[in-house]
């Protein structure tokens, strides 16, 4: 097994969990402030929040949701490589993966035009195809 080819997974784990931090610390304050009853915002979702709290506030609830969806296709590819024994391409690829998250993550975070994210998400996607294709193949030989 190559444990190296896990560690770009835990990092991406542990930027998750800044986010998670960021989003908290930013959004707790701020419904408290607004002073809503506990017991009209029963069963409500982050999303609901959409149009309380200020947009900028938001996208960071919104990136942190997006690091729960895609990237977990990653750590499924990177368990996969790192049990068949990843390749440096892989390591590399897994680190670029991650790298592209966090930027992305900053500009969805504080500026958030479109174009860009997308242009992002769209780098990180082709890394993700490019090792799920590797992957693929390294369980086929």
Do not use: C
């Amino acid at each position: 097994m190559n444990s190296a080819m896990l560690a770009p997974a835990a990092a991406l784990a542990m930027w998750s969990l800044i986010m998670l931090i960021w989003m908290a610390s930013l959004r707790l304050p701020a419904l408290k402030k607004l002073g809503l009853d506990p017991e009209k915002s029963r069963g409500g979702r982050g999303q609901d929040l959409d149009g309380v709290l200020p947009a900028p506030m938001q996208w960071k609830a919104h990136n942190y949701n997006h690091l729960m969806e895609q990237p977990t296709v990653f750590y499924a590819v990177v368990i996969i490589l790192a049990l068949t024994d990843g390749s440096p391409l892989d390591l590399y690829l897994g680190w670029a993966y991650v790298g592209v998250r966090v930027v992305h993550s900053l500009w969805q975070a504080m500026v958030n035009t479109i174009p860009t994210r997308l242009l992002l998400f769209s780098i990180g996607s082709t890394i993700l195809l490019v090792m799920a294709v590797r992957a693929l193949l390294a369980t086929l030989a």
